[in-house]
């Protein structure tokens, strides 16, 4: 029980947390604006966390990660607006999925609706990604939007469906804290998701390898 509870406090501790996490986040650097020499095919926002029925706005109905994704999305789509964004994620209303949400959303800030490239079907990272190659097709380029901490799995996934993504990460967890104050060093359940995303996602790392 000792040990139990040690453990627990030292999972709930931002150094622990942040050192588990930065070299999730760490592996591709931000996408600060387009290079030039890249025939990039579309921008593509993965999936979230979304509830489609609650009385929210649209905006309200997204979770952090996923409101962060979209903003990233639109923020590199507005600088290329003649390719299509593509927004995806399934969900248990047919009719209104999280790709639904995201389009909804989009056109709300200003994408034209042509522009709005739906995928309703996908339920994981590994699916959304043969969901973008069978509209694209092999080798296709497409710049990436997740969260930074699920970037390196969401790339095995696009690389290992026949795709040539770029990473556009974004959502840091992370080196959040302010300065070294004594909140940093106290334990928190912030800091206790941190920890959980990084063995989350490093177990989907694993995951991925024996898949492929």
Do not use: C
Not at 24 to 36: F, H, I, T
Request: proline share 7%; aromatic share 8%; glycine share 8%.
């Amino acid at each position: 029980m000792t040990l139990a509870m040690l453990l627990l406090l030292l999972a709930a501790w931002a150094p622990v947390a942040d050192n588990l996490l930065v070299p999730l986040e760490s592996q591709y650097p931000a996408w600060e604006k387009w290079p030039e020499d890249r025939n990039i095919e579309a921008v593509v926002v993965l999936g979230g966390g979304w509830q489609p029925n609650r009385p929210w706005s649209i905006t309200g109905r997204f979770s952090e990660s996923s409101g962060v994704r979209l903003m990233e999305g639109l923020r590199l789509w507005y600088q290329r607006p003649s390719l299509p964004l593509v927004v995806s994620g399934g969900g248990g209303n047919s009719e209104m999925t999280m790709a639904h949400g995201y389009a909804e959303a989009a056109e709300a800030l200003g994408v034209p609706r042509m522009r709005i490239m739906t995928l309703v079907s996908p339920t994981d990272t590994a699916e959304e990604a043969k969901a973008v190659q069978a509209l694209f097709g092999e080798n296709a380029q497409v710049l990436l939007v997740t969260s930074a901490s699920h970037m390196p799995r969401a790339m095995r996934h696009f690389e290992a469906a026949g795709l040539s993504p770029f990473a556009a990460p974004t959502h840091y967890l992370a080196d959040r804290t302010e300065g070294l104050g004594l909140a940093y060093w106290l334990p928190s359940a912030s800091e206790l998701r941190k920890t959980e995303r990084a063995i989350y996602e490093a177990l989907g790392l694993l995951a991925v390898r024996w898949e492929h």
